[in-house]
């Protein structure tokens, strides 16, 4: 069908949409794409009819199926995904058959809607915005959780105390720069730069929103500290990722100026201070803190497209992330009209550090939505399957997630703020069945019972549960070793997003399932 006739054919589909629209009988358009995304097919039904039409359709071809429902404006209100027929977000529409995969995991469960189909896997809403916002209060209020309550600083606090503080660390053990020992010469001119920070003994607390994807680190440095000298992609003593237009609270800087010791909702730490945009005051900061309408990075990640302007050239925004959203600009914007795309406010620095918004613009073709996402378990195993195959960044080094980060970021697309690592996280006032002296059996009657998406735990490490399958338990989960099926005692590396069962083994010869710790059902 040559791009006029498709046209055409939407413009007649849509004008009898309306028509039913009005009469109450919404009308759908179906639209099929090739694995290009080029259209090449338009059909208008009858939301009675759906079952039918894709019932008729050929099964490659249903796979392909983007429903889309019309309003009396004749815009798009989202999405109709049906998972019986049709691969919704966060399915591979690509070939599974050459991917390697873990043992006893097959094609079909590289794919969201194969769990979507389980018992323990359903479209109800688990939790209103406002239930989760609540959530996140509790959260906070929780000591064991160890997250920060931004909202709380002010006033002032001695920073030539707290300098001296910062300095004195103990050097760690057993890492290595660029392959060899890391000398001591090394962690003490980390301390010096220290020493040197600008600090008086009354300080005020200053407030900020990071200005770019960044990481914080318990020490000011820029370097990889890895623990094993064959190793360049490790860094041990990377906290957490930053997302772009987080809020932080800023303390000091180091003497050099290029670190500042900043607080997250979920961790503390030394960040670059180059991707920091600080406020004038609190009451500026508050003012932008909580936008009435804004758009939430729902994709992996999502990359701005390219311009002269280097604050936006090609600015990559990670699963997770908030940015205002302006509803009222029809002028040009970085030299182009907003036509078809989104237009949000990003947090930019001036040269002088200080925080102003600029307007940008999102594809409208981009995983992204208005708002936050419906809390349902289908909705987390869709957010969990598109980072299938990422790699793993301790810390959230490499513009990557570690395993408690990859959980933090599908959360985050529902509005939670979840605490950083593992052990926080199960301190959460949530639904936590302890299972550390539980038998094999035990664990497996709790499993049978839990919602897909929640969170499993063992020392070190947790995963996202997806479900049973032929009396196996399965997780998606972002892991950096694990014991080779093939070579039992043998520690092999997947750094990877991945699909596994709990009959993996650890290095100490026993089961995942065996170590399991807490199970946690975000609710």
């Known amino acids: 069908m040559r791009l006029k006739a498709i046209v055409a054919a939407l413009i007649a589909a849509a004008a009898l949409s309306l028509a039913a629209y009005a009469a109450g009988d919404v009308t759908y358009i179906c639209a099929y794409y090739s694995d290009s995304g080029a259209l090449i097919d338009a059909k208008q039904f009858k939301e009675n009819e759906l079952k039918n039409v894709l019932d008729s359709l050929a099964p490659d071809n249903a796979a392909k199926a983007k429903l889309f429902r019309w309003n ?100 760690p053990a057993g890492l290595y720069l660029n392959g060899e020992p890391v000398p001591e010469s090394y962690y003490e001119a980390i301390r010096e730069n220290i020493r040197k920070s600008p600090v008086k003994e009354s300080m005020p607390f200053q407030f900020g929103f990071a200005v770019n994807r960044t990481v914080m680190k318990a020490y000011p440095y820029e370097d990889y500290l890895s623990d094993d000298p064959s190793d360049p992609e490790w860094d041990n003593l990377v906290s957490t990722g930053v997302a772009v237009n987080e809020p932080l609270v800023l303390l000091f800087t180091t003497g050099d100026g290029k670190f500042t010791l900043a607080h997250s909702q979920c961790c503390s730490g030394w960040v670059p201070t180059d991707d920091i945009g600080v406020c004038k005051d609190k009451t500026e900061w508050q003012k932008y803190l909580n936008p009435d309408k804004f758009l939430v990075v729902t994709g992996e990640k999502v990359y701005l497209e390219p311009s002269a302007d280097a604050d936006l050239n090609e600015k990559m925004l990670t699963m997770g992330t908030v940015l205002p959203l302006v509803t009222d600009e029809t002028g040009t914007v970085s030299y182009r009209l907003p036509w078809n795309n989104y237009v949000v406010k990003m947090p930019a620095r001036n040269e002088d550090g200080s925080f102003y918004q600029k307007n940008a613009l999102i594809p409208a073709n981009r995983d992204v939505n208005v708002g936050y996402l419906p809390y349902s378990t289908a909705n987390v195993v869709t957010q969990a399957f598109k980072s299938l195959g990422n790699r793993y960044g301790w810390g959230g080094m490499m513009n990557s997630q570690d395993c408690s980060s990859f959980a933090r970021e599908v959360y985050r697309c529902f509005g939670f703020e979840l605490p950083r690592n593992t052990t926080w996280q199960s301190a959460m006032p949530a639904e936590v069945t302890v299972m550390s002296s539980m038998t094999d059996s035990e664990k497996k009657a709790v499993l049978d019972t839990l919602p897909a998406g929640a969170i499993l735990i063992f020392p070190g490490h947790e995963m996202l549960y997806l479900g049973k399958d032929n009396g196996l338990y399965y997780t998606i989960n972002d892991v950096s070793s694990l014991v080779s099926p093939e070579q039992p005692g043998v520690i092999i590396k997947p750094r990877s997003v991945i699909v596994n069962d709990l009959s993996t083994l650890r290095g100490n010869g026993s089961t995942w399932l065996g170590n399991l710790s807490h199970a946690v059902v975000v609710k």
């Open 72 to 171: 009396d404006t004749l815009q798009p209100v989202g999405d109709l995904i049906v998972s019986d027929y049709t691969r919704g977000a966060g399915d591979v529409l690509t070939n599974m058959e050459s991917t390697v995969k873990a043992p006893n995991v097959t094609d079909e469960m590289c794919v969201a809607s194969f769990w979507h189909k389980k018992e323990n896997c359903s479209d109800e809403i688990v939790m209103t915005e406002d239930e989760i916002a609540a959530f996140n209060r509790k959260i906070l209020d929780t000591q064991e959780t160890y997250t920060n309550d931004l909202s709380s600083f002010g006033g002032t606090y001695n920073g030539v105390q707290l300098a001296e503080l910062n300095a004195n660390f103990e050097s």
